[in-house]
């Protein structure tokens, strides 16, 4: 089997892994759930099985192993993540095998990965939007994700779009995430949609279960397919996180001067529902300057998992891993 390193993106609910060989093929990919609830301990067990099985898989040792982590990472260690409760952790401990590694901060390694192989592939300073359950950044420059100071750079989801508005989860007011996140899109339509129940507005909501339906519980992609039908709620909500979006954007934009941004996410699979507003309200905000162009990331779900990749090959000696890589071949793993 040709040489190979494994690739592990690491998130709160589950572990995407796979096997990529030094041209850019996926031999393998899996999935596996993240133990968060059992504590520390038990994630760190689950990644090194992981990593175990996958490269016993693989037929071989492999060249290298990358992995992508949220919180506050190095390149050497976990220092810390509220979603897991890790603290200082190196990234030797995380790694069964006797290989070069090395550790990445989720979104920026997604953003790497989109930067060497996917929509800015031929950029050389973007944002990286993935618009999830949270959002953050990746702020590529000169082709490289920066994290700032100190590890904390990219926290565009608590800029405070809304001075006055919202409580955020993190303690400060009005934060973007708690507006534009694909939780916030959801979750304020259906409280919207709860307190309209039983009024003439009540037509608007999604039903819910049960004969006498006492709250709506809506996600954001159908929240996205209602404002598509001209659902006047949806809309309204859509339309607040669209004009949180362009407030942060434009800020970013006046400050960094990104070539483009590239949207990311759940909410980003809306298309044009959500870049065609969004494009026009950055437009109006940027009244002196032209606004930078948006595109839809090209890895989707995967873009963490081949940033790991290309991280385990970097940590092999392969600093220019994945410019010669095939897109058709990243588009084609085979699945476990």
């Given at each position: 089997?040709?040489?190979?390193?494994?690739?592990?993106?690491?998130?709160?609910?589950?572990?995407?892994?796979?096997?990529?060989?030094?041209?850019?093929?996926?031999?393998?990919?899996?999935?596996?759930?993240?133990?968060?609830?059992?504590?520390?301990?038990?994630v760190i067990?689950?990644?090194?099985?992981?990593?175990?099985?996958?490269?016993?898989?693989?037929?071989?040792?492999?060249?290298?192993?990358?992995?992508?982590?949220?919180?506050?990472?190095?390149?050497e260690?976990?220092?810390?993540?509220?979603?897991?409760?890790?603290?200082?952790?190196?990234?030797?401990?995380?790694?069964?095998l006797?290989v070069?590694?090395?550790?990445?901060h989720?979104?920026?390694?997604?953003?790497?990965?989109e930067?060497?192989?996917?929509?800015?592939?031929e950029?050389?300073?973007?944002?990286?939007?993935?618009?999830?359950?949270?959002?953050?950044?990746?702020?590529?420059?000169h082709?490289?994700?920066?994290?700032?100071?100190?590890?904390?750079?990219?926290?565009?989801?608590?800029?405070?779009?809304?001075?006055?508005?919202?409580?955020?989860?993190?303690?400060q007011?009005?934060?973007?995430?708690?507006?534009?996140?694909?939780?916030?899109?959801?979750?304020?339509?259906?409280?919207?949609?709860?307190?309209?129940?039983?009024?003439?507005?009540?037509?608007?909501?999604?039903?819910s279960?049960?004969?006498?339906?006492?709250?709506?519980?809506?996600?954001?992609?159908?929240?996205?397919?209602?404002?598509?039908?001209?659902?006047?709620?949806?809309?309204?909500?859509?339309?607040?996180?669209?004009?949180?979006?362009?407030?942060?954007?434009?800020?970013?934009?006046?400050?960094l001067?990104?070539?483009?941004?590239?949207?990311?996410?759940?909410?980003?699979?809306?298309?044009?529902?959500?870049?065609?507003?969004?494009?026009?309200?950055?437009?109006?905000?940027?009244?002196?300057?032209?606004?930078?162009?948006?595109?839809?990331?090209?890895?989707?779900?995967?873009?963490?998992?081949?940033?790991?990749?290309?991280?385990?090959?970097?940590?092999?000696?392969?600093?220019?891993?994945?410019?010669?890589?095939?897109?058709?071949v990243?588009?084609?793993?085979?699945?476990?």
């Amino acid at each position: 089997m040709s040489s190979f390193v494994v690739a592990l993106d690491v998130g709160g609910t589950s572990m995407k892994g796979g096997l990529v060989t030094r041209s850019g093929e996926i031999l393998r990919t899996d999935r596996r759930t993240t133990p968060r609830d059992r504590g520390p301990a038990a994630v760190i067990a689950t990644i090194r099985s992981f990593i175990d099985d996958l490269a016993a898989a693989g037929g071989g040792t492999p060249e290298g192993v990358g992995l992508a982590v949220p919180g506050l990472v190095t390149a050497e260690a976990a220092l810390y993540s509220a979603n897991i409760g890790w603290r200082d952790i190196p990234a030797t401990d995380l790694v069964p095998l006797d290989v070069p590694v090395m550790l990445g901060h989720d979104v920026r390694t997604g953003g790497l990965a989109e930067s060497v192989l996917g929509a800015g592939r031929e950029l050389s300073d973007f944002l990286f939007l993935p618009i999830g359950t949270g959002i953050a950044g990746a702020t590529i420059l000169h082709g490289e994700p920066y994290g700032g100071s100190a590890g904390w750079g990219g926290e565009i989801g608590h800029i405070p779009v809304f001075p006055e508005g919202e409580p955020c989860a993190c303690g400060q007011i009005g934060c973007l995430e708690t507006y534009a996140s694909a939780s916030a899109v959801a979750r304020r339509y259906s409280t919207r949609a709860t307190a309209a129940l039983g009024s003439p507005a009540s037509s608007l909501a999604l039903p819910s279960s049960g004969t006498s339906p006492v709250a709506v519980s809506a996600t954001a992609e159908q929240v996205a397919a209602l404002t598509a039908s001209g659902d006047p709620l949806a809309t309204e909500i859509w339309g607040e996180a669209v004009e949180a979006l362009s407030l942060a954007l434009a800020t970013y934009t006046l400050l960094l001067d990104p070539s483009a941004i590239v949207l990311g996410g759940g909410l980003a699979e809306a298309g044009t529902l959500l870049s065609d507003p969004l494009a026009e309200r950055l437009r109006q905000r940027l009244a002196f300057r032209q606004a930078p162009p948006l595109r839809q990331a090209a890895l989707g779900v995967s873009a963490g998992m081949l940033g790991a990749a290309l991280l385990g090959w970097r940590a092999a000696g392969l600093p220019d891993a994945g410019t010669t890589w095939s897109l058709d071949v990243l588009k084609s793993p085979r699945v476990a």
